[in-house]
């Protein structure tokens, strides 16, 4: 005989208001999410209730199978060829056959999700679930409340029923603090009391939940910087980055490109159904000039634009965005111009050509440099021209 307290059974009036509960069972601690439909009789009272009890952990799988919110990137998915980054690459794959937590640092679109999903896909939590959360899209009020989850009531505003927090949602899998450099302080005196007991409370709750999570950290910053600037806490800091795998920005590891630009290519014409179009030398070029601050995403988006323009023929010039080109054609012509001197060397050219052009005649030289003539003598006599 299941034994809970069922003074919870009268707000369930509406089917589709659930209620957790939780009942020991079989010397077992159950978790359920329960859902209660009135049988009411021909004359339309209520005789009864038939109670639907789900176990919590599969329907949170569920969730997760629907929300998109698992992993599903490989290791075999993350391209590269770079000597620097494959490093880091068989850093990560170490990394996650542990249970350390891990630090990616890495520019805007150089791959930190990507690198978190793997590592997680490859790691023995890899039946569990993949909970993201990223700390600076979420206004810094809620973050505290979709980490931790709250009960019912716990403040103006609060759900119906409670939330449950992303930490619970992760139990058994990997979470995944994205942008972390973004967590305001006081929510990290309070993220690193929960890493070091590993259980959480949930807002306007005092029972603390066991809760079994493999973290993952991503930031776009140097943490270590966003410490030393006191920005950042410095115990967390240490607590976080117990692995830290800095991934290079695409303009640190342009041996990549090649690489990457066929990869996109062949996916994007597979989806489109169309042939892979070549890749003209100038755009290839072009591409290894280009500085890419948005990264790999950059320059998969680039390659998506491209093939839409281009209606799968090679690929040409014209199809990049106007913004590359106008960069990359900058710092050529800065580099096609001729080397930049010192002033003095200029000076001293200068006066060897008019010299020479107005057949050794000074003051016919200083004339047409606007300078006197014995301005003219003591600049020769100055760089040894006499
Ligand atoms: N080495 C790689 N091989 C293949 N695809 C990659 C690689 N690096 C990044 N990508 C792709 O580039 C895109 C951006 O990667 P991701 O979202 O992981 O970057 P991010 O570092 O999390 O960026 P942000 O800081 O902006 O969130 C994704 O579509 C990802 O699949
Ligand atoms: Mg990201």
Redesign the pocket.
């Known amino acids: 005989m299941v034994d809970f307290d069922v003074s919870f059974l009268k707000s369930l009036d509406e089917p589709g208001s659930p209620r957790e509960v939780s009942f020991n069972f079989a010397r077992r601690n159950y978790t359920c999410i329960c859902n209660a439909y009135p049988i009411t009789n021909e004359e339309g009272f209520t005789e009864g209730k038939i109670l639907v009890l789900q176990e919590k952990k599969k329907v949170v799988k569920l969730i997760q199978r629907f929300s998109g919110s698992y992993a599903k990137f490989q290791f075999s998915?993350?391209?590269?060829k770079n000597p620097r980054f494959l490093k880091q690459v068989e850093l990560a794959k170490i990394a996650a056959q542990s249970n350390s937590k891990i630090l990616l640092v890495?520019e805007?679109?150089?791959?930190?999700?990507?690198f978190a999903q793997a590592i997680h896909n490859y790691s023995s939590r890899r039946d569990g679930p993949f909970v993201a959360i990223s700390c600076a899209a979420i206004p810094r009020d809620l973050i505290e409340a979709e980490l931790f989850g709250y009960q019912e009531g716990a403040f103006t505003g609060a759900r119906k029923g409670g939330h449950t927090g992303k930490f619970e949602l992760a139990d058994k899998g990997t979470l995944f603090l994205?942008e972390v450099n973004a967590m305001p302080l006081d929510l990290q005196a309070k993220l690193l009391r929960v890493l070091q007991e590993n259980e959480i409370t949930r807002l306007g709750d005092t029972r603390p939940i066991p809760v079994d999570v493999r973290i993952i950290a991503?930031s776009?910053v140097d943490l270590l910087r966003e410490v030393e600037q006191h920005n950042f806490r410095e115990d967390l800091y240490y607590r976080l980055s117990v692995v830290e795998i800095f991934i290079p920005p695409l303009r640190e590891r342009k041996d990549d490109i090649d690489l990457?630009v066929d990869?996109f290519l062949e996916r994007l014409s597979r989806d489109l159904k169309i042939l892979k179009p070549e890749v003209s030398p100038e755009v290839k070029e072009i591409f290894h000039a280009y500085q890419w601050p948005g990264n790999?995403?950059e320059l998969?988006n680039c390659i998506e634009r491209a093939l839409l323009l281009s209606g799968g023929k090679r690929i040409a010039k014209e199809h990049l965005p106007q913004r590359i080109l106008q960069k990359v054609e900058g710092n050529l012509r800065i580099k096609d111009s001729p080397p930049l001197v010192p002033l003095e060397e200029n000076t001293k050219e200068l006066i060897k050509r008019a010299i020479e052009l107005c057949n050794g005649n000074i003051s016919l030289a200083a004339r047409t440099l606007r300078i006197s003539r014995s301005t003219l003598y003591r600049k020769m006599k100055e760089y040894g021209l006499r």
């Open positions: 998915d993350i391209k590269g890495g805007s679109g150089t791959g930190k999700e990507l994205d991503a776009n990457l990869y790999v995403r998969q």
